[in-house]
T-cell receptor, first 112, second 114 residues
Framework: DAKTTQPPSMDCAEGRAANLPCNHS???????VYWYRQIHSQGPQYIIH???NNETNEMASLIITEDRKSSTLILPHATLRDTAVYYC?????????????FGKGTTLSVSS | DGGITQSPKYLFRKEGQNVTLSCEQN?????MYWYRQDPGQGLRLIYY???????QKGDIAEGYSVSREKKESFPLTVTSAQKNPTAFYLC?????????????FGDGTRLSIL
C-alpha cells in the first residue's frame, strides 16, 4: 500500500468547514483513498472513499487531485462531535488478507 | 439500523483463563476481521474470514482462535497461550473484494488482565 502523509494536528471553529489534507504521491492506479476517524475508546468509523473522482456522502466530501497524488477530506460544517483522529489510507482492492494500515493520522480539534 | 455489535465492552481475564469476545453483524457482509490495537499503535490483523466455515490467520494469530459457523457471527477466543492479551480488540466486516469496499468496525472490546 502506498504511504500517506498527514499533518499531525489541525484546529477548526465550530460551524466552519474542516479541510484535512493527505499526501499520497506514490499511489498506484488500482489503489483507493479511504478516510476513517477514531474517537477515543471507540472503533474506527468509515467516512468516505474514492478512486479518482470526487465523492460526497452525508458525512463529508472527498476531493482527489487529477494526478491522484493528494486528496482533501472536507467536513462542511464541523461540530464538537467531529473532534477525532482522522486517518487517510491508500489501499488496493483485493486486500482481504491484509490489515488496514492506520498511520498517525491528523488530530482534529473543533472548538466553539 | 445495520451495524456491528461487539460484546462485552470491557472484559477481564484471569491468568490461565480462556475468554471469548463476541462479534455480530447485520450488514449481510461475507468478510469479517479481528484486529488488535495497542495504546498509540496501529491495528494488527489477528484473523479474517471471507466465507462461512473458512478463516485465515492474520499477522498475529498465535494465542487466538476463531470460528465462523454463521455469516453474522465471528467470535474470537483469547487463549491462555496469549501471554500479553491486554489490548483493545476490534471486529470489522466488509463486502468480499474485488472492488474497493471499505471495512466497517464495531466499537471494540477492551480486555485487561486481573
Amino acid at each position: 500500500d502506498a504511504k500517506t502523509t498527514q499533518p499531525p494536528s489541525m484546529d477548526c471553529a465550530e460551524g466552519r468547514a474542516a479541510n484535512l489534507p493527505c499526501n499520497h504521491s506514490t499511489i498506484s492506479g488500482n489503489e483507493y483513498v479511504y478516510w476513517y476517524r477514531q474517537i477515543h475508546s471507540q472503533g474506527p468509523q468509515y467516512i468516505i472513499h474514492g478512486l479518482k473522482n470526487n465523492e460526497t456522502n452525508e458525512m463529508a466530501s472527498l476531493i482527489i487531485t487529477e494526478d491522484r497524488k493528494s486528496s482533501t477530506l472536507i467536513l462542511p460544517h464541523a461540530t464538537l462531535r467531529d473532534t477525532a483522529v482522522y486517518y487517510c489510507i491508500v489501499r488496493a482492492a483485493n486486500q482481504a488478507g491484509t490489515a488496514l494500515i492506520f498511520g498517525k493520522g491528523t488530530t482534529l480539534s473543533v472548538s466553539s | 439500523d445495520g451495524g456491528i455489535t461487539q460484546s462485552p465492552k470491557y472484559l477481564f481475564r484471569k491468568e490461565g483463563q480462556n475468554v471469548t469476545l463476541s462479534c455480530e453483524q447485520n450488514l449481510n457482509h461475507d468478510a469479517m476481521y479481528w484486529y488488535r490495537q495497542d495504546p498509540g499503535q496501529g491495528l494488527r490483523l489477528i484473523y479474517y474470514s471471507q466465507i462461512v466455515n473458512d478463516f485465515q490467520k492474520g499477522d498475529i494469530a498465535e494465542g487466538y482462535s476463531v470460528s465462523r459457523e454463521k455469516k453474522e457471527s465471528f467470535p474470537l477466543t483469547v487463549t491462555s497461550a496469549q501471554k500479553n492479551p491486554t489490548a483493545f480488540y476490534l471486529c470489522a466486516s466488509s463486502i468480499v473484494p474485488p472492488g474497493g469496499q471499505p471495512q466497517h468496525f464495531g466499537d471494540g472490546t477492551r480486555l485487561s488482565i486481573l
